[in-house]
């Protein structure tokens, strides 16, 4: 077998040297194995690995989200927990038109418990260094039983307003002079999102 290297001149590879044969075997197979190392297999190994990568991150999004999807159920739960408890808390805290009537109300208290209302004068309202609440303080004096009064503050406690009673003194024996601060508490607006008017 001849082989052409270019015009004219020819290697016949049946006369050269067998160690020269062996050379050539070993270039053309250390070629082929070459350009499939680098034309097929290199690109389709970084195919894979990249495949591999891409279903890696797929099967950990998938994770978390069927994490997310198996607290769903609780989410929703404590979601309405949370709403529930916000109402409850926001009954607690009137509206400021709201205040007047609540003022009324513990004045409609002391009468009801037989106390006599000497005195009922509401203090300048001041917002709460937290910025949610605002307190609405009102100086009391009045006069009555230790009984009454006992009573008085029962009720008082019971509302489902919040009503804080501070600053109590007391004076006399049979019948008590009693004063103290009763303070009110009204839920600041919240303004609407999106500031529309």
């Not at 590879?13 to 197979?29: E, M, S």
């Not at 891409?54 to 989410?75: G, M, Y």
């Not at 503050?153 to 103290?180: E, P, Y």
């Amino acid at each position: 077998m001849a082989l052409e290297l270019k015009p004219g001149v020819k290697l016949d590879l049946a006369k050269t040297p067998k160690w020269v044969q062996i050379i050539i075997i070993v270039i053309f197979v250390a070629g082929v194995g070459a350009g499939y190392f680098f034309l097929q297999y290199k690109p389709k190994s970084e195919q894979i690995d990249g495949l591999i990568a891409t279903i890696q991150k797929q099967q950990n999004d998938i994770s978390v989200k069927k994490a997310k999807a198996a607290r769903l159920e609780e989410l929703k739960k404590e979601n309405e927990w949370l709403k529930s408890r916000l109402k409850e808390l926001t009954e607690q805290l009137p509206e400021e038109g709201e205040v007047s009537g609540l003022l009324r109300q513990i004045s409609d208290l002391g009468k009801s418990a037989d106390l006599e209302i000497l005195s009922w004068v509401p203090g300048r309202k001041r917002t709460n260094p937290s910025g949610l609440y605002e307190e609405i303080p009102v100086d009391v004096a009045l006069n009555g039983t230790y009984h009454n009064l006992g009573a008085f503050f029962s009720k008082i406690s019971q509302m489902t307003r919040i009503v804080n009673i501070t600053g109590i003194r007391m004076s006399g024996k049979d019948k008590l002079g009693v004063g103290f601060t009763a303070t009110a508490f009204t839920r600041i607006p919240v303004p609407a999102e999106g500031g529309g008017k």
